[in-house]
């Protein structure tokens, strides 16, 4: 069955990064874009980019462009995502979700969730 | 690119039929057919209920319905039920080829 296994949880200071890993199983791993998707506490959901894992083409909002870089591994079924110089405004639970079989942009399957605290 | 606006909340008793609006521009929900819905429970993983606006997952309930008219797209679930209690998300594809989520709407079961 589709499984995306993210890694566990983080904390770092401002001004760090964070590397958070979502390891795909259970289908054609370089046949489904992967797109990151963050809730702040209290908020609603905020899409950050897309990945094509066959290539590594990526597109990303503006609002992170410059920030945030998504890389993916076949040999390994991984897809990364780097957020740099957090601040306070990036805690939150970071999800990946794959495209759906269904089409683009909708997304049948999801990660556990990465909380991400960013806190001096 | 702004959020989508949805209604902050919406409820219903069980048994009756809600719907929640997803309003944007001809950039966004006007201009393409890929509107989606997810349902939300606190801690869980967001589930996609609707998908290029009318349609569902194989397997879904279809008490669970999609359409859309110009740059405001619509969820309504029929037959109000407790489980149904969950914050509900549209998103839609946009013209710089992006994704955006409505800003989200809290369904309450009276």
């Known amino acids: 069955q589709v499984q995306l296994v993210q890694s566990g949880a983080e904390l770092k200071k401002p001004g760090a990064s964070v590397k958070v890993s979502c390891k795909a199983s259970?289908?054609?791993?370089?046949?489904?874009?992967m797109h990151w998707v963050r809730q702040a506490p209290g908020q609603g959901l905020e899409w950050m980019g897309v990945?094509?894992?066959?290539?590594?083409?990526?597109t990303y909002t503006l609002k992170f462009q410059g920030r945030v870089t998504l890389t993916s591994d076949t040999s390994t079924s991984t897809v990364y995502m780097e957020l740099k110089s957090l601040r306070s405004e990036d805690t939150a639970v970071y999800y990946c979700?794959?495209?759906?079989?269904?089409?683009?942009?909708?997304?049948?399957?999801w990660g556990q969730g990465t909380p991400v605290t960013v806190s001096s | 690119q702004s959020a989508l606006t949805q209604p902050a909340s919406v409820s219903g008793s069980p048994g009756q039929s809600i719907t929640i609006s997803c309003t944007g521009t001809?950039?966004?929900?006007?201009?393409?057919?890929?509107v989606s819905w997810y349902q939300h429970h606190p801690g869980k993983a967001p589930k996609l209920m609707i998908y290029?606006?009318?349609n569902r997952p194989s397997g879904l309930s279809n008490r669970f319905s999609g359409s859309k008219s110009g740059n405001t797209a619509s969820l309504t679930i029929s037959g109000l039920q407790a489980e149904d209690e969950a914050d509900y998300y549209c998103?839609?594809?946009?013209?710089?080829?992006?994704?955006?989520f409505g800003s989200g709407t809290k369904v309450t079961v009276l």
């Open positions: 979700a794959r495209d759906s079989d269904y089409g683009d942009f909708a997304f049948d399957y």
């Open positions: 259970g289908y054609s791993f370089t046949t489904y874009y």
């Open positions: 990945i094509n894992p066959s290539g590594g083409s990526t």
């Open positions: 001809s950039s966004d929900v006007g201009g393409y057919n890929y």
């Open positions: 290029e606006v009318s």
């Open positions: 998103s839609s594809y946009t013209s710089n080829s992006t994704l955006v």
